[in-house]
């Protein structure tokens, strides 16, 4: 893991509030951090249990991305949400920052989920 990529996701852990915040809106509360470990020896960056105005939970899943990934990021998105949900049987909404316009490289489509609010 490159060192930028640590750094970030270091900070944000500090401050998750204000990325979520950012990314989902004002009215989005974190509840509590959340395991990275998923089953089959996969890891995500951040993860945390956030309840949007009307008290409804759901799962974020936040993932810096710095240099091209081996797994269409796509498809490894696709395998946390999954993973997420079968754990926590909740929604999830996973985001994506890309760190350098080289990581997204070899991009072969898109997974887009519905978050569960906005």
């Not at 809106?25 to 974190?30: F, I, N």
């Not at 990934?69 to 079968?86: A, F, H, Q, T």
């Not at 999830?92 to 906005?118: Q, R």
């Amino acid at each position: 893991m490159a060192r930028l990529d640590v750094f970030l996701k270091k900070q944000a852990d500090r401050q998750i509030a204000d990325y979520v915040h950012w990314l989902m809106g004002e009215s989005v509360t974190v509840i509590e951090k959340l395991g990275t470990e998923f089953p089959g020896g996969k890891r995500g960056d951040l993860v945390y249990l956030l309840s949007d105005a009307d008290g409804n939970r759901f799962i974020f899943h936040l993932e810096f991305q710095q240099d091209r990934s081996k797994e269409p990021m796509n498809l490894r998105m696709v395998g946390y949400d999954i993973r997420l949900r079968e754990i926590y049987k909740l929604p999830v909404c996973g985001v994506v920052i890309y760190l350098k316009e080289s990581a997204d490289e070899g991009f072969n489509g898109w997974f887009i989920g519905k978050c569960p609010i906005g």
